[in-house]
């Protein structure tokens, strides 16, 4: 008996250590992306005198829309729920943040993403995968991004970023 206790605490403690490295990872995925946008959005941006700057910046945080400025082009997967979606934009463009989720697993979204990404015309670079998560960056004509597929609970959550020049 003593040694069925011992077990089951194992797996519990196991399981919440999962549960953390999933939150943890997520946490740095978004950080990773708001920083990469940030890079790509003022890269090759000249520096200028205060005085010379006139822009004019629009933010908009949004729940359950997608903001009018994502790309047509980008595959949305079907029956997803929009959580949240994010836009900044100036004179020289747009950075966009959304979040998806879907009751789908994670294998079954990155299959899609994976197909439909390249046959709307948009290039991946750079992948990373495993079982519980899948990360690309991805490009097309002028506008790059990342996409972010993790688990969560018993959800699959897809987080986009993209900036669009």
């Known amino acids: 008996m003593a040694t069925t206790n011992k077990k089951d605490r194992k797996v519990k403690e196991k399981s919440q250590s999962k549960g953390l490295l999933i939150i943890v990872a997520f946490s740095l995925f978004v950080i990773l992306i708001g920083v990469f946008l940030y890079v790509v959005y ?20 949004s729940q359950g829309v997608i903001p009018n400025d994502f790309p047509d082009s980008f595959p949305i997967y079907p029956g997803v729920v929009i959580k949240e979606s994010w836009t900044e934009k100036d004179g020289e463009g747009a950075g966009i943040a959304i979040a998806f989720e879907t009751s789908d697993g994670i294998g079954e979204v990155t299959r899609y993403y994976k197909k439909e990404l390249v046959g709307s015309g948009w290039e991946v670079t750079l992948a990373s995968e495993n079982p519980e998560s899948y990360t690309a960056s991805i490009r097309r004509d002028s506008t790059v991004g990342f996409i972010g ?17």
Do not use: C, F, P, Y
């Open 149 to 165: 597929i993790t688990k969560e609970l018993n959800e699959t959550v897809i987080s986009v970023a993209l900036s669009i020049k």
């Open 42 to 61: 003022n890269r090759g941006h000249d520096v200028k005198e205060e005085e010379e700057l006139d822009i004019k910046v629009e933010n908009q945080l």
